[in-house]
């Protein structure tokens, strides 16, 4: 069970990439600057969504990251400079219980 009291500082970041070569090349940057603990990459994805007035659809890469708070502004910058689409999603969502063990490792080799 969940407690709700329980609050870590540490976040979920969602990145759609237009193919793997981009995922590859945003995780390795976002790592070597010790933004992100870890990045797994799903390939591929189909995606649903509005854009310049129409429903579109295509498939990309989908770049699931593990981060904390306070890097998140960081993150979402160098993601933006990084990143081909015009308005690319980057999406935190608190991770709000997790192993002791992993969350200790996460803050180890984040800067």
């Not at 708070?69 to 935190?92: C, I, N, T, W």
Request: hydrophobic fraction near 45%; proline fraction near 4%.
């Amino acid at each position: 069970m969940v407690n709700p009291e329980v609050k870590t500082d540490y976040l979920i970041v969602l990145v759609t990439t237009k193919d793997r070569q981009e995922a590859e090349k945003i995780a390795q940057s976002l790592l070597n600057d010790r933004l992100i603990a870890c990045a797994n990459i799903i390939n591929p994805v189909t995606s649903f969504f509005h854009w310049q007035d129409k429903i579109d659809c295509g498939e990309e890469c989908l770049v699931v990251m593990k981060s904390r708070m306070d890097l998140f502004a960081q993150l979402a910058e160098r993601v933006k400079g990084l990143h081909s689409y015009e308005v690319p999603e980057v999406l935190a969502f608190p991770i709000v219980e997790g192993s002791a063990a992993y969350l200790e490792w996460m803050e180890s080799v984040l800067k």
